[in-house]
């Protein structure tokens, strides 16, 4: 059975920004309307919004 946890980790949160922050800089279209050309910030605001297309796949912790 899979496990769905909804809060991410700080580290996490940095690079799903990251990296979507990188696909807007290189052209990629934004997924949401903005008035900011800094594409951090644009990532981030997809983030809050929950429309960024990233999963994340987390090892299991031994027991």
């Known amino acids: 059975m899979k496990e769905v946890v909804k809060k991410l980790t700080r580290y996490e949160r ?8 990188l696909q807007i800089s290189m052209g990629a279209p934004t997924l949401i309307e903005s008035n900011t050309t800094d594409p951090i910030d644009m990532a981030l605001e997809e983030l809050k919004k929950g429309v960024i297309p990233i999963t994340i796949k987390r090892r299991g912790t031994p027991r």
Do not use: E, L, S
């Open 14 to 21: 940095a690079r799903i920004v990251g990296a979507r922050a």
